[in-house]
């Protein structure tokens, strides 16, 4: 509704002296609306692909990397007592957070015991690609929140622009009533310009009549 007024009141400018004043600041705000509208759909898309790499990323570290590490950790348990219990996967429903942590200290604990678990069959580039991929758990962690204050920031700064921007509507509605009160084709052209489209509207459907005993049909309640 705002661009087809801003575009509506270029095609049809007046010389009023508030029309200029009111028209400049329906063209900012409809503009900054539309940068919003990229940078929500660019929050939303971020925090979507973030996302979907991370369940991935989450798959690999616990089936995979972590996985090998609680092995090898096991096995060497019986050297080192109580190695093994410092390396327990995390449950595959972990909130992220939690994971995310769990990963980090199992890196941690791998590396200060890394000669021990070498003798026990630890790969050799273990924890060069489990470092990795923690560090790219933790980057999809902050993109995924980036993008979700993004998105939700700019809908927040496009509900109140909207709100001015049916003010400002308002506004030019006055003036263009009276300018156009005898020129009922640009009148009707304003109007449709400034009209809100909304949705499919229920309509009541008349019961039907209903029959009373004695033949006589009367109208439902």
């Known amino acids: 509704m705002g661009v087809r007024v801003r575009d509506f009141s270029h095609a049809h400018p007046s010389a009023d002296a508030t029309f200029a004043p009111v028209l400049e600041r329906l063209d900012t705000r409809i503009s900054r609306m539309e940068e919003l509208v990229r ?3 660019g929050g939303y898309l971020s925090k979507h692909s973030s996302v979907i790499r991370r369940k991935d990323l989450r798959r690999r570290l616990r089936d995979g990397l972590l996985r090998h590490l609680v092995t090898v950790a ?7 007592p109580g190695l093994a219990e410092k390396f327990r996967l995390p449950r595959s429903n972990t909130r992220h ?6 990963a980090r200290k199992m890196l941690e604990e791998g590396q200060a015991n890394k000669e021990v678990l070498a003798k026990y069959g630890l790969a050799d580039k273990l924890f060069e690609d489990l470092g990795a991929a923690v560090d790219e758990f933790d980057t999809s962690v902050a993109e995924t929140n980036e993008g979700l204050r993004s998105h939700v ?3 927040a ?8 921007v049916v003010l400002l509507v308002g506004m030019l509605d ?3 009533r009276y300018r156009f009160e005898h020129d009922a084709q640009l009148l009707a052209a304003w109007k449709s ?3 809100v489209q909304s949705g499919p509207q229920i309509k009541e459907v008349a019961a039907a009549p209903v029959p009373t005993s004695g033949g006589e049909v009367k109208p439902a309640a």
């Open 153 to 155: 920031g700019a809908r």
């Open 193 to 195: 310009a400034r009209h």
């Open 39 to 41: 940078q929500q759909e």
């Open 97 to 102: 957070a939690v994971f995310q942590g769990v």
């Open 174 to 176: 006055g003036l263009n």
């Open 157 to 164: 700064e496009l509900q109140a622009l909207g709100e001015e």
């Open 74 to 80: 096991e096995v060497a348990g019986e050297e080192v």
